[in-house]
């Protein structure tokens, strides 16, 4: 397990892209339709009980949120998306801003996509995936609350989705994890340790 990760602290809450800290070093980002577990995934990678707010209210997160894991590599907490109830004015912003931040954030290196394993691929989770096709960005699909599902269904949703992404989102990976029970969370790091460690290299590389 890299330890890397249980040194995230949150650094700030940025109201639009143009409020990040600036655009150097690398970085992984999680999105998630509001209530798919996305803040307790991104507590049990790291370790931490609270470090992302948890809350039973969907629509939760609101901007973007950023955690340092040192001084060059970050993990980005992106808007829960999908939830009618956030005013159609932010909904309207975020429609715009989220695309924006995937397709020119330069420090961007992957995009953990967070889905209840008993609802995978919904329109919402699949307009993300569009949208990391067009910014040419990978992504990793993290079907969270396993622990809900028996191992063989679980196993068999994760076949099928996986097949659809093969289809409709080749090189996109997916996984089961179970913030629960700490199911998974080696792989997750694994698919971390991945893209920013490659970015690491490449950076040193080019001194």
Known sequence: MNPLYH???FLLSAPDVSHLPPDTGSEVAFAG?????KSSAI????GQKSLARTSKTP??????NVFP???????????????AKVPAKMRAHWQRALP???????????????????????????QMLEWCVQAG????????????LKR?????????VRSELDRDFPQTSAQLFSAAKGDGIEALHRQLDEWLEESEKQQAESY
């Open 33 to 37: 339709r509001s209530n798919s577990g």
């Open 100 to 126: 924006e931040y995937l397709a020119a954030r330069e420090s961007l290196r992957g995009l953990v996509i967070i889905m209840d394993v008993r609802h995978p691929l919904t329109d919402f989770d699949r």
């Open 7 to 9: 040194k995230a602290r």
């Open 69 to 83: 894991l040192d001084e060059s590599r970050r993990l980005i907490d992106l808007p829960g998306y999908g939830y």
């Open 43 to 46: 507590n049990a990678l790291t």
């Open 59 to 64: 629509g939760r997160t609101q901007a973007i």
């Open 137 to 148: 960005l990978p992504a990793h699909v993290l079907l969270t609350k396993a622990d809900k």
């Open 152 to 160: 063989g269904p679980g196993m068999s949703t994760l076949q099928r």
